[in-house]
């Protein structure tokens, strides 16, 4: 049998000191109610919404991440949810999208985050309607 992958380097042990670690931190289907929609029947009532959001943080390794204030924590993106809910009403969920983008970038360690914001009562038949969004850290 010919061994297609014979002329690749073998794969070395990185050493600890050049190591770094990706990891996600993410919060799936995390249910509240929000002051949200365009629609006069939307306006002046909260109505279910779903929000998973998947942050990408960079740290030299995970062994960095033994203390809580060391790393971003699911439990403030889940605040941050909140806080900017509490604000008020929002017309569309792109423009919570954008803010709440704009609230977890707001962490430098974070480099880029994946939203996702579903309304669970739009659309009878439909479990949910929404948007997806990645957004990234500006370079400079």
């Known amino acids: 049998m010919d061994n297609k992958l014979s002329h690749v380097a073998p794969v070395l042990p990185l050493d600890p000191a050049e190591a770094t670690d990706d990891i996600s931190v993410f919060v799936n289907d ?25 942050a990408g943080c960079h740290y030299r390794s995970l062994a960095d991440c033994e203390q809580r204030h060391q790393v971003v924590c699911y439990k403030s993106i889940v605040d941050e949810i909140e806080n900017e809910l509490s604000i008020g009403h929002v017309d569309t969920v792109e423009t ?37 969004v990645t957004r990234r850290q500006k370079r400079g």
């Open 30 to 54: 995390y249910v509240t109610l929000a002051n949200i929609g365009l629609f006069e029947s939307e306006k002046g009532r909260k109505q279910r919404v779903r929000f998973s959001v998947d």
């Open 96 to 132: 919570l999208a954008d803010r709440l983008c704009n609230r977890i970038l707001s962490d430098k360690r974070v480099l880029w985050v994946t939203l996702k914001v579903e309304k669970l009562e739009a659309i009878e038949g439909a479990a949910s309607v929404g948007i997806q």
